[in-house]
């Protein structure tokens, strides 16, 4: 049984900085492209980064691109995305996957198998 845990998840202030983290448990992550996507309240779920199963390969969207970095740790079993430069518009659940895909990392949600269960990001002053 695979499970991703989420967590890092808070309030900051506009122009702040959060860590994420994602544990994978129940398999090692090396097997998986790993994913960022974001859902806002009344809005569909969005595409915020990801990074291949070596980790050369990282792709974000263009409204974190800059700010964002997502790295892994094998030898943790987990996945980070570091927020810096926050703003009111990065409000959010943010939830990782993990994905078998034969591609080299995923923009699409549809080719996750595993996705955790989200942690709250809420940017306020």
């Known amino acids: 049984q695979v499970q991703l845990a989420e967590s890092g998840g808070g309030l900051a202030q506009p122009g702040g900085s959060l860590r994420l983290s994602c544990v994978v448990f129940?398999?090692?992550?090396?097997?998986?492209?790993m994913g960022w996507f974001r859902q806002a309240p009344g809005k569909e779920r969005e595409f915020v980064g990801t990074?291949?199963?070596?980790?050369?390969?990282?792709y974000y969207a263009d409204s974190v691109k800059g700010r964002f970095t997502i790295s892994r740790d094998h030898a943790k079993n987990t996945v980070y995305l570091q927020m810096n430069g926050l703003k009111p518009e990065d409000t959010a659940v943010y939830y990782c996957?993990?994905?078998?895909?034969?591609?080299?990392?995923?923009?699409?949600?549809?080719?996750?198998?595993?996705w955790g269960q989200g942690t709250q990001v809420t940017v306020s002053s």
């Open positions: 990074i291949s199963r070596s980790g050369g390969s990282i």
């Open positions: 996957a993990a994905s078998y895909d034969r591609g080299v990392a995923g923009i699409r949600s549809g080719v996750y198998d595993y």
């Open positions: 129940g398999r090692t992550i090396s097997v998986y492209i």
